[in-house]
Every structure is written in structure tokens, then in C-alpha cells.
């Protein structure tokens, strides 16, 4: 089945440092991936949508400029939250869509301290 | 803009009771369905995904169905187990946008 690889699953940072998270799918190609990020006790709310070659699409309020999405190969997506603060503790998920639906990776719980 | 609804937010049974998990869309012009399970600090499992097309998928002790006329999808899980507990998301999304709209959640705990 599809599956997709998400590093770190936990980081912890200092404020005003930048953290990389991976996500990978690992046994298909997808053009497309999705951000996600959770408070606690609440739902997902999607950040910004992937696209393999070109600019990410990011939903109304979510900072491009804080938050660096690249994918830059069929099989990798990475987001890059620069110079953390506190307030961007939470945690993030990617996904990749398939013909069949969805597939999640496993979460990065980010700790800005 | 597609909004999704679930209810009630937290829901305790007892083991070995069947039960019915709702969601509700505004839009009901979507593309399928999906239901999803997350485990605390996990991410997301899969459970069942409906075409528009379907009106229900089943999977072992679960059944999912959907009504695009009443914006409504259901989650029927079958003989309850402390397993079980854990949350449970549905998501939908539209003809001609791959987004995923995530409805709030239902946070079910199965009590031995």
C-alpha cells in the first residue's frame, strides 16, 4: 500500500532557529502534497498545497514567507518553518493524494522553546 | 466553501456496544469521502473512502455511509472494542480540488 515517510517525528528548537521537516512517499510518485498543521484537541487545518516543480499554493492567513515548502522531486516534499517562535509549537502533517485517496505521514510534533 | 461538522465531539460506550459515528457537509458537491483514525500524538490511518458514486463502504467491523442529498456521512463500528478508542475524522473533498476539508472530530473511548 501507499506510504508515506514523515522526519521528524519530534524536534525540539530554539526561538529564532529554523527547523526542516521531511516528507517522503516511498512507494509512489506524488506531484502533489498537502501541509497540515493541529493544535491540540482541534482538527487539521491545511497550510499550504505541494506541488512537484513549481511554487506552493498557500491557504489564506498562512505566512510563505515563515513557512518554506519545496518539492523538488516526485517522491519528496519538505516544509521549513524559519526562525521559530513559540507559537509555532504544534504539530504538522503531510499528505499525498492518490487516485484512491489519501495518505498520511506519521506527524512532526514541533516544541519551540 | 465546503465546511464539515461532526457530532457530537466525545463519545464513551461500552465494550461490545455497536455504534454511529455522524458527519456532516455543507457542500454536497464532493468527490469522496474519507474517513480517517488518529491515534494520540499519531497521524493519520485511513479507514474507509466513498466515491461520490457509492452510497457505503464496508471494512471488517466498520461501515461507512454517505448521502450527498442530506450532507451526511455515518460511521458504523461494529462490536466495540477498547481498541477502538481513539479519534475519529471524516474528511471531504470537492469536484476539481484535491484539498481535504476535515471536519472536528469525535473523540470516542470504548470502556472495558
Known amino acids: 500500500g501507499a506510504v508515506v515517510s514523515q522526519h521528524p517525528s519530534r524536534v525540539i528548537c530554539k526561538s529564532g532557529t529554523s527547523v526542516k521537516i521531511e516528507c517522503r512517499s516511498l512507494d509512489f510518485q506524488a506531484t502533489t502534497m498537502f501541509w497540515y498543521r493541529q493544535f491540540p484537541k482541534q482538527s487539521l487545518m491545511l497550510m499550504a498545497t505541494s506541488n512537484e516543480g513549481s511554487k506552493a499554493t498557500y ?18 516534499s519538505t516544509l ?24 498520511f505521514g506519521s506527524g512532526t510534533r514541533l516544541t519551540v522553546v | 466553501k465546503q465546511e464539515v461538522t461532526q457530532i457530537p ?6 465494550e461490545g456496544e455497536n455504534l454511529v ?3 456532516s457537509f455543507t457542500d454536497s458537491a464532493i468527490y469522496n469521502l474519507q474517513w480517517f483514525r488518529q491515534d494520540p500524538g499519531k497521524g493519520l490511518t485511513s479507514l474507509l473512502l466513498i466515491q461520490s458514486s457509492q452510497r457505503e463502504q464496508t471494512s471488517g467491523r466498520l461501515n461507512a455511509s454517505l448521502d450527498k442529498s442530506s450532507g451526511r456521512s455515518t460511521l458504523y463500528i461494529a462490536a466495540s472494542q477498547p481498541g477502538d ?15 481535504l476539508t476535515f471536519g472536528t472530530g469525535t473523540r470516542l473511548t470504548i470502556i472495558p
Open chain 1, 59 to 76: 491557504e489564506q492567513g498562512v505566512e510563505k514567507d515563515k513557512f518554506l515548502i519545496n518539492h523538488a522531486s516526485l517522491t519528496l
Open chain 1, 80 to 103: 521549513t518553518v524559519t526562525s521559530a517562535h513559540p507559537e509555532d509549537s504544534s504539530f504538522y502533517i503531510c499528505s499525498a493524494s492518490r487516485g484512491s485517496g489519501y495518505t
Open chain 2, 21 to 23: 459515528l455522524n458527519c
Open chain 2, 85 to 99: 478508542s481513539a479519534t475519529y475524522l471524516c474528511a471531504a473533498s470537492n469536484f476539481g480540488n484535491e484539498k
Open chain 2, 9 to 14: 465531539a466525545a463519545l464513551s460506550v461500552p
